[in-house]
């Protein structure tokens, strides 16, 4: 069992910057696979970004490569994700997941993740 816990979200401006963690616990190995995906309201949830919990892959979505950096903090238990230069359409419930060791290919899939947490609101005005 991992329990997921979110945190950091809230409103900004366009242009601004939100710092999300997602706090771990339980059954967490280093080829574990820990992610973000998103969801704005009426539509599927998508994929963000995702990194091993050894912290030695990432992958990002191809929108956000840039503007978005995923990392681990193996001494709290934590996976941050930072977000730059929003914009209104980043607006969306941010989600963490976790999965057992997954090939590459499949980091990017909803359905390949256990354990989900409950959220955290990410909304950018313009």
């Known amino acids: 069992q991992v329990q997921l816990v979110e945190s950091g979200g809230g409103l900004v401006q366009a242009g601004g910057s939100l710092r999300l963690s997602c706090a771990a616990s339980g059954r967490t190995i280093s080829s574990s696979v820990m992610a973000w995906f998103r969801q704005a309201p009426g539509k599927e949830r998508e994929f963000v970004a995702a990194i091993r919990w050894s912290g030695s892959s990432t992958l990002y979505a191809g929108s956000l490569k840039g503007r978005f950096t995923i990392s681990t903090d193996n001494a709290k238990n934590t996976i941050e994700l930072q977000m730059n230069s929003l914009k209104p359409e980043d607006t969306a419930t941010y989600y963490c997941?976790?999965?057992?060791?997954?090939?590459?290919?499949?980091?990017?899939?909803?359905?390949?993740?256990?354990?989900w947490g409950h959220g955290t609101q990410v909304t950018v005005s313009s």
């Open positions: 997941a976790s999965a057992g060791p997954l090939s590459l290919a499949a980091w990017s899939r909803v359905d390949q993740y256990n354990y």
